[in-house]
């Protein structure tokens, strides 16, 4: 392996660890009504089990950060893969309810340390102007994730059933935590800025700009975590009728458009100077996308799927805010920085997964389907997407006070 290709190498591991975490997260959103079936759950039930994820997926993102920082990425994405892989096992085992809590909280324990490994690596292999470039390719990467874990996922479970599936991933993964083991050299982060790793969080805590810059992150995650990972899926089977397989094909243009979104957001920041005059920008975009894709009753299925597409798009300036959030602090915290953005990025899956569900049921009608699982109808999606509508328009108007660099000179 020649000098010139070990950043690449690192960096392609990474981005393999990132993709398997993505899937392993959004996987259930297709899986939605065979739990119900399978388990006797209800809206309620299944949005808090699959939201266990998130409860150690965003307590995590600062310790994996500051552990990155301190003894470099390496160690990190070998435990954090191996860890991932056992618990989609113990998911796909599941017998019980509570145990596939349990295989959700090992998934989001191990998961947290993905996309803050990619952005030290990133940092410390590739040029600092390119970083949020790099990001964007990492989100796409991920995205990729997604659509394996939704609309492809729907049909091989359809054809093999969920449970042999989702066994097969978890050792496809617990092999890419061998790779990144075997091909990532240990030190890949120098030792003289391992001291003082708390010193980035300290900066980042006082600094209302970071505070504003993740909640930004957060609201406009919402399309993924909340549409796509979760609730896109029966939303548009209730609007359309269409199968689950079909309706997957939804989640599936959302990753793919959100991963492309997050290229074409560094691109017009690149191209206006400011981060934060592409994500309002792009912010009214998604608002205009969703709204009316959620609302207008003249959709047709595909117009509805390019519509929630292009809001997704949109969304894909959620990346920046890892560009923003990395220029808080100096470069040597680059690990601490992306975990305290993705806390509070993840909170959009720990907060308005259940929430939702909750919503869900609160404005059901009663109604059960001919298998005796709740009957949700459209009504109830549309009063429930609201949540999406009014979360960005604040995260929007906070984005308008963050301070850039060039304003603080």
């Keep these: 392996m020649s000098k010139a290709t070990k950043p690449f190498i690192a960096v392609i591991i990474c981005w393999m660890f990132y993709l398997f975490a993505f899937f392993a997260r959004v996987e259930p959103g297709v899986l939605v ?12 039930q299944v949005g808090a089990i699959v939201s266990t994820l998130y409860i ?37 085992l599941a017998t019980a309810p509570w145990q596939l809590s349990c295989g959700r909280f090992l998934i989001g324990l191990s998961a947290a340390g993905a996309f803050l490994s990619c952005g030290k690596v990133v940092s410390e292999v590739m040029p600092s102007n390119k ?4 990001m964007g390719i990492t989100t796409f990467i991920g995205s990729l994730g997604g659509v394996l874990g939704s609309g492809i996922t729907a049909k091989l479970a359809e054809s093999f059933g969920w449970r042999p599936l989702t066994c097969l991933i978890a050792t496809i993964g617990l092999i890419v935590g061998v790779l990144a083991f075997v091909c990532i050299r240990k030190g890949t982060s120098n030792s003289s800025e391992r001291e003082n790793t708390l010193g980035g969080l300290k900066l980042l805590s006082v600094n209302p ?36 397989s079909d309706a997957s094909i939804c989640s599936s243009v959302i990753f793919v ?48 799927v390019i519509l929630f597409g292009l809001g997704s798009t949109f969304a894909g300036s959620s990346t920046l805010t890892f560009d923003m959030a990395y220029k808080c602090v100096p470069n040597k915290y680059a690990g601490t920085s992306a975990g305290f953005n993705n806390m509070l990025i993840m909170l959009s899956g720990i907060v308005f997964q259940p929430l939702m569900g909750r919503l ?8 059960t389907n001919p ?18 509508v009014v979360v960005v328009t604040f995260a929007t108007i906070g984005m308008s006070f963050v301070k850039e660099r060039s304003e603080q000179k």
């Design 33 to 44: 009504n065979d739990l119900m079936k399978d388990f006797s759950l209800n809206a309620t």
């Design 56 to 92: 150690p997926y965003v307590a995590m993102q600062l310790p994996w950060g500051l552990i990155s920082d301190k003894l470099g990425s390496r160690l990190v994405i070998f435990l954090c893969c191996t860890v991932c892989g056992i618990g989609v096992l113990t998911f796909g």
């Design 131 to 134: 970083y949020a470039f790099y």
């Design 209 to 244: 700009s970071a505070w504003l810059i993740g909640f930004y992150g957060c609201a406009s995650f919402l399309p993924l975590s909340a549409v796509a990972e979760l609730w896109g899926t029966p939303f548009i089977q209730a609007r359309f009728g269409v199968s689950t």
């Design 257 to 304: 458009c959100f991963g492309l979104g997050s290229i074409l957001a560094a691109k017009i920041a690149e191209k206006l100077d400011s981060n934060k005059k592409a994500c309002i920008i792009m912010a009214i975009g998604l608002l205009i996308s969703f709204a009316i894709a959620i609302y207008s009753n003249a959709l047709s299925f595909w117009s509805c």
């Design 360 to 367: 869900l049921d609160f404005f059901r009608d009663g109604k």
């Design 371 to 388: 298998d005796g699982t709740p009957l949700y109808e459209l009504g109830a999606y549309r009063n429930t997407f609201v949540i999406i």
